[in-house]
């Protein structure tokens, strides 16, 4: 699987359907930032058995899934938004998509349920890379780098169904993969 598009913030990394890796198995991650310093970026698919409320008190009703956004510092929490509208702050990384924002504002939103859980995802940890090291995996074809998503992907629930769906929106060329077995002595 070759991928034509190149890294950078805003784009989708998508796992190889055999990826073994625990922490990345049939991923599909959004990249917040991607230049000389590295990739950081936050797995789309993979809940933790946490909400929000669990992780920040004062945020009594809060029952917003929180995903694991990577193996590195996972003892934060990092967030991506469409209702910059309301927040009115976040760093754009795609087309109405952005990356944080003023959390006291949020929160108050949320508290106010004036914030949907259709405009805001929440995650423990990220994804990084060296720079250099996502180009080797993706050059060795651990991950398809695809500009081809709508934007209620990202925000979608449906963990089970993602990866399926961004690799079936490649196109025809990979849609046969969406078919593969996670476990490969199942084929």
């Excluded at 003023?102 to 995802?121: P, Q």
């Excluded at 992907?153 to 025809?172: A, D, H, K, M």
Aim: contains cysteine.
């Amino acid at each position: 699987m070759l991928s034509k598009v190149v890294p950078s913030a805003g784009k989708l990394l998508i796992s190889e359907p055999f990826l073994n890796d625990p922490n990345f198995k049939r991923s599909v991650i959004l990249m917040a930032e991607h230049g000389e310093e590295g990739t950081l970026g936050f797995i789309l698919n993979q809940p933790s058995s946490l909400v929000l409320k669990d992780l920040v008190p004062d945020l009594g009703q809060a029952d917003y899934p929180v995903f694991i956004g990577g193996p590195v510092e996972v003892d934060t929490v990092h967030f991506i938004h469409r209702c910059y509208d309301k927040l009115n702050s976040g760093e754009e990384i795609a087309s109405g998509i952005y990356w944080g924002g003023n959390f006291e504002t949020l929160k108050i939103l949320v508290n106010n349920n004036s914030i949907s859980e259709k405009d805001v995802k929440f995650f423990l940890g990220y994804s990084g890379w060296s720079e250099e090291q996502l180009e080797e995996e993706i050059q060795s074809n651990t991950w398809i780098v695809s500009d081809k998503y709508h934007p209620d992907i990202v925000f979608s629930n449906n963990e089970e169904q993602l990866w399926r769906e961004v690799i079936v929106n490649l196109g025809p060329k990979y849609a046969h993969v969406s078919n593969f077995p996670s476990d490969p002595s199942l084929n």
